[in-house]
């Protein structure tokens, strides 16, 4: 009886730890990744920036670590010159939130956020010289974030002024990535006028799409900054700031609360979504299986030991030895043509046009 | 004992340096050195890092570097205000690096490297490229202990572009054995940093000389970082200054892995305390000889007592003139044309010394080189030693060596027309009407010292006084930097594609359109449609198999 009793809590334990542990893997995904991308130059475009880096901010700070997030800006507004306060990027008025920070490392910064290099980053198809933190290292097991803001319109997005990426080329991407199996989940998020227009031709499984306006609406900014002299931020991404500040790494909200972020009231615009591809259902899916990371740490206490070796000795060297520089370089002396030469090739060539042509030219010449 | 041998020739040491400078500014430079006795060429890999950070380890062992030099910097030093700094630095980002003799294929290296160093400080210096890398030929010999100097080892490259912010400051900082958690790495925060008139952080590493013997070498890695501080526009409206103020932190205590932690602050024009006082007082204090001038130091010892924060007035008087000062300028008008002007001042009364000039020009602009001219005191001065060699388009810059003769308080002019290219469409920024830039000219110098330099290179000398190598007490050796050069080229009209490709396709349109149409076109006469009664009629005659109605 009491064996049986034991057996039955013991049961009871194990369904219940293989429950949490299954809910623990449910989404599928082992780790998180995040690619920030401003597409804006010029410092009246200061509002891309702060909203990319609020985004930055609030991922980092739900657990993703800088070695898994690509941030991309093309222009830089902290240390601007026309900055009143330097090395700092406000989102709020009043300059209440630096989201710029102490800790940033921004991977890609200035000329190099180009349409090429950001296909590059996505299709994992760079040069073999480049560094880790400008790579995005997913696997098939990955959850990816992408986030886009700058200018757009109907159908692309303009990259600091001087080119475009259309839908469908980010749409063929995306494809590259799922067949390279680069992505296990994929949420996108735009935030520029017309931003619906970009997310209408993807074709792969597995991706959610978020966007702050419909086609033939704009993104609106939110408020200015006098002392600073531009707008702060976008409405949409402000009002999604302010949603992340009140998600930490336990929390449970999912999808359909990022849904109704900035309703048209607050937004003026229609923020639009696209689920029909993802395959899990909205309502199960956490805001922190995006945002937020899942990490596995390994501790080791080992320690390696060294060697040794050598005898000689050394010295500096001069900084400016000024006789071994000049004697560097054997003078160089211009090559003439030895004396009289010229004047006897002209000679010859004379007397030859003479002895061709008779005497009688003679006197034409002198 | 191997062991315990190879964690003593680890050492790390941390200083700042505070020097008040006349113009009424606050010159603050901090110095981070750590040494370590270790061999990173040979075949088993080193593993076991304690103070010399892994990340830059890899890069020497992998790259087959013998010296590195990276510098960050934003603002330009001014050297008839402020003297001479410590340590030189251009505006934007340089970086010179002499390869080991083992490196067979130097510009393969050289890419990488700089694409691996743009991941380590966040930086894009994966910009750097042929387009802008020269070999000098005669400039920028090793600091360190080296076998030979052979300049085909040597890669040097500038990106006056380059911004300086927080992101380039925090991978700097996690360089540190104690980040910036402790010691006086404390201070280091890049609100206040930044909002500066000249920022500079700087990474070098070499070999030197452990002792005095010099039997032995081990890898010196030096961060350095430069601020000045203006103090009036920065809020302080009274003539004083506070750690506390200038860098909105107070010191705690020293890096607990640091083998000495100090600051100095320089009092040379202070001997009896008449102009300002330092609260807290120190009795400790030290003379070193730095820059050719033998200054009195202040001494606080962070490892000793426990220490709050330092404050003190400024100070009034003269300073010494700096010996040599450079600058440059572009002349002319349009954009076709120009000329670059590079004037040097020799400021020393009776005494003439050699300084090595080095211009690197882009492709760009093209240099007429028969239009050199150097000219001191309005006659002409013939360098002893000139290195040109001539760019190629897309590929090389220019690059000029010369070693001019300065006579003793004179002005020297040094001259050069170009022309400005049109580039290639696809070649122009996104933003081109703000102007391409031209890196800075690097005057190397050998210069006449009134105060004998130590030439003992012994550990116990403060680490800003014993960065260059010193060979002869009656000289010491400064590298200045001139101004980058902002010059206009000629920019097209970026919408004229999209103008050409409209109007064109209208004029197509219209004109081959409409002649088309009257070429091809046929006119045919057509019934009007039938009302609906004699539709049905029509339809009844049809099955009838009678003649239709018209």
Redesign the interface.
């Known amino acids: 009886m009491l064996a049986a009793i034991i057996m039955l809590i013991f049961i009871c334990f194990c369904v219940h730890f293989q429950n949490t542990a299954g809910q623990f893997f449910s989404s599928g995904h082992t780790n998180n990744w995040a690619v920030l991308v401003c597409t804006s130059r010029f410092w009246f475009n200061y509002r891309h920036v702060a909203n990319t880096l609020s985004v930055y901010r609030s991922v980092k700070r739900l657990g993703i670590p800088d070695s898994h997030i690509v941030l991309m800006l093309a222009d830089d507004m902290a240390c601007n010159h026309r900055n009143p306060k330097p090395a700092t990027v406000f989102s709020h008025r009043n300059m209440e939130l630096n989201v710029y920070g102490d800790d940033v490392e921004v991977d890609y910064r200035g000329y190099e956020v180009t349409v090429e290099n950001f296909l590059r980053v996505l299709t994992g198809r760079l040069p073999p010289s480049t560094p880790r933190s400008k790579r995005l290292l997913s696997d098939d097991r990955s959850n990816i974030l992408i986030y886009l803001t700058g200018h757009g319109g109907n159908g692309f997005l303009k990259f600091q002024d001087s080119e475009e990426i259309s839908n469908v080329e980010l749409a063929d991407a995306f494809e590259q990535m799922w067949q390279k199996r680069r992505y296990n989940e994929l949420l996108f998020i735009i935030d520029t006028c017309q931003g619906a227009s970009m997310y209408e031709r993807f074709y792969s499984p597995n991706i959610m799409a978020l966007a702050s306006s419909q086609v033939g609406e704009d993104s609106l900014s939110h408020q200015p900054d006098l002392a600073i002299g531009v707008h702060l931020m976008d409405r949409y991404t402000f009002y999604l700031l302010e949603f992340l500040e009140d998600i930490h790494p336990a929390s449970k909200s999912n999808m359909n609360d990022l849904f109704k972020v900035c309703p048209k009231s607050q937004c003026v615009s229609t923020p639009g979504h696209r689920t029909d591809l993802f395959l899990r259902d909205p309502g199960s899916v956490l805001i922190t299986d995006f945002f937020g990371s899942v990490r596995k740490v390994e501790i080791t206490m080992e320690q390696p030991y060294l060697l040794k070796v050598q005898e000689k000795t050394y010295s500096y060297v001069d900084q400016l030895p000024v006789s071994e520089i000049i004697h560097q370089k054997p003078k160089q002396k211009d090559w003439h043509p030895p004396d009289g030469f010229i004047l006897g090739l002209w000679t010859l060539i004379l007397l030859v046009f003479f002895k061709t042509y008779g005497i009688k030219h003679l006197k034409h010449i002198f | 004992t191997?062991?315990a041998?190879?964690l003593l020739a680890n050492d790390f040491q941390e200083e700042l340096v505070i020097r008040p400078l006349h113009s009424g500014d606050i010159y603050a430079s901090f110095q981070f050195r750590t040494l370590w006795?270790?061999?990173f060429m040979?075949e088993n890999k080193?593993?076991?890092y304690r103070l010399f950070p892994k990340s830059l380890g890899q890069v020497i062992s992998k790259f087959s570097v013998r010296e590195l030099h990276i510098s960050f910097t934003?603002g330009y030093w001014r050297t008839m205000q402020w003297g001479q700094p410590f340590l030189p630095s251009p505006p934007g980002a340089e970086l010179w690096v002499w390869f080991q003799d083992s490196v067979t294929d130097v510009d393969a290296a050289w890419?990488?490297l700089t694409?691996?160093l743009?991941?380590?400080f966040?930086?894009?210096l994966?910009?750097i490229d042929s387009t802008n890398t020269v070999q000098p030929?005669?400039s920028f010999?090793?600091?360190?202990?080296?076998n030979e100097?052979d300049h085909r080892f040597l890669r040097y490259a500038t990106l006056p572009r380059e911004?300086?912010?927080?992101?380039n400051l925090?991978?700097w900082k996690k360089l540190l054995p104690c980040g910036s958690k402790a010691g006086l790495a404390v201070l280091l925060?890049?609100?206040k940093?930044?909002?500066s008139s000249f920022f500079s952080q700087t990474v070098h590493i070499r070999p030197v000389?452990q002792d005095r013997?010099?039997?032995?070498?081990s890898w010196e890695l030096r961060q350095t970082l430069n601020v000045v501080f203006d103090l009036h526009t920065s809020g302080q409206g009274k003539r004083e200054w506070s750690l506390f103020k200038m860098f909105s932190r107070t010191l705690t205590e020293a890096c607990p892995l640091a083998s000495s932690s100090k600051i100095y602050i320089d009092v040379t024009d202070n001997p009896q305390e008449e102009y300002f006082e330092l609260s807290p007082a120190t009795p400790l204090l030290s003379q070193a000889v730095v820059l050719g001038d033998r200054r009195t130091f202040s001494v606080y010892d962070l490892t000793q007592q426990l220490f709050k924060s330092v404050s003190d007035l400024l100070p009034a008087g003269s300073m010494l003139r700096p010996l040599l000062h450079a600058e440059r300028y572009v002349a002319g008008y349009g954009l076709q044309t120009g000329e670059i002007h590079t004037v040097m001042y020799n400021n020393h009364p009776f005494r003439s010394f050699?300084v090595?000039l080095l211009d690197s020009v882009p492709w760009y602009l093209r240099l007429y080189i028969h239009t050199l001219t150097v000219t001191s005191k309005g006659k002409d001065n013939t360098p002893?030693?000139i290195?040109y060699q001539p760019s190629k388009d897309r590929m090389r810059p220019h690059l000029l060596e010369m070693?001019v003769q300065l006579p003793p308080h004179s002005v020297t002019e040094v001259t050069v027309q170009f022309e400005r290219a049109l580039l290639k469409w696809t070649e122009y920024?996104?933003?081109p009407n703000h102007g391409f830039y031209v890196g800075s000219s690097v005057i190397?110098?050998?210069v006449p010292s009134s105060v004998a330099m130590d030439t003992n290179?012994t550990q116990e000398q403060p680490l800003f006084s014993s960065f260059?190598?010193c060979?002869e007490e009656s000289s010491y050796?400064v590298r200045v930097y001139t101004e980058p050069l902002l010059v206009n080229l000629p920019t097209p009209d970026?919408s004229m594609p999209y103008n050409v490709i409209c109007l064109t396709c209208t004029v197509v349109a219209v004109g081959y359109g409409s002649l088309y149409n009257l070429l091809t076109r046929s006119f045919q006469i057509e019934e009007p449609n039938p009302r609906l009664a004699k539709k049905i009629a029509n339809f009844i005659r049809r099955i009838r198999g009678v003649p239709l109605l018209s």
Request: aromatic content about 8%; overall charge neutral; some cysteine.
């Open positions: 191997l062991v041998r190879s006795e270790t061999d040979r080193v593993s076991h934003q890419k990488e694409n691996v743009s991941g380590i966040c930086a894009s994966n910009f030929s005669a010999k090793p600091l360190g202990i080296v100097t911004i300086v912010c927080t992101e925090t991978p925060k890049s609100e940093l930044f909002h000389c013997e010099c039997k032995t070498t050699p090595l002893s030693y290195h070693l920024t996104p933003d190397s110098a050998l290179i260059f190598p060979k050796f970026f």
